[in-house]
């Protein structure tokens, strides 16, 4: 039975790069032509013709992890009707194996409401509709959170992708992250918290560890609000980024902090 799981979690795995290839190679040949999105598909791939989003197909295929290869440099091709939460608060939580480049697209416009393919995109990902996360960019010397697509950031840290101690580059193995849309309690201002919890294979049999770090803590006073739900989907960079255990929920309760001594 364990066996039976792990080879429909692969297969799905590389259906969807074969996918995202497919549509790439698409793009090439003159694009995707289709003007309507089908409702009852579940995933929405972009395509790319020289280095710009064109055309997007449907397909009928429900995902909880996707690999990204290299190339994308921060254009979020795969939309899937589960990675949305519902209103403006809550999280989103997923595991990544990178070294650097870790890209998270949230918007508030419905990819399933369009009208047509023209200028979709570009709505989507303007600084009236989507928060950008990057973490680990600039050579993991930084993370920052833009209001649209390769905007200016609104934030930015001295801080990445947890590295290794020993060797200074980052950790070869998947690191679990959440994106924590809330309201503090005190002043009622609204904030977005990314925090990082590494998992160590020496750790495997005794659980995870339990007590996170926190990337950002971004206070935003005009935040881009949701009419009924924030949408969102993944990207790279210059290097492939595996996107893994991908949920999202109402969740707005904060994780244990490790303190840093």
Known sequence: MIIKNMSKKILHALTFTFLVWTSLLQANGGGLHVNKPRNKHDIMLFSLDGGNVSDCSWRKKKLNQCALPSGFYGIYLPWSKKWSIAGNYGTISFSALATNDIHVGVSTVNPWKVKS???FYSKMTN????????IGGWGNGQSAIRKGSQADPVKTVAKGIPTNPHTGQAVNSLV???????????????????????HH???????????WTRLM?????SMLKAKKKRWFSFSS????????????????KLPRIKKVS
């Open 237 to 252: 960079w210059d290097t492939g980024v595996s996107y893994k255990k991908i949920k999202a929920s109402g969740s707005t």
């Open 201 to 211: 294979k020496k750790h495997h049999k005794l659980g995870r560890h339990k007590k």
């Open 117 to 119: 393919t023209g200028n």
């Open 217 to 221: 803590r971004y206070e935003d006073t």
């Open 176 to 198: 679990k992250y959440k994106i924590i849309f809330h309201r503090r309690k005190k002043n009622n201002k609204n904030i977005i918290s990314v925090y990082c919890r590494k």
């Open 127 to 134: 600084s009236d509709h989507l928060y950008e996360f990057v």
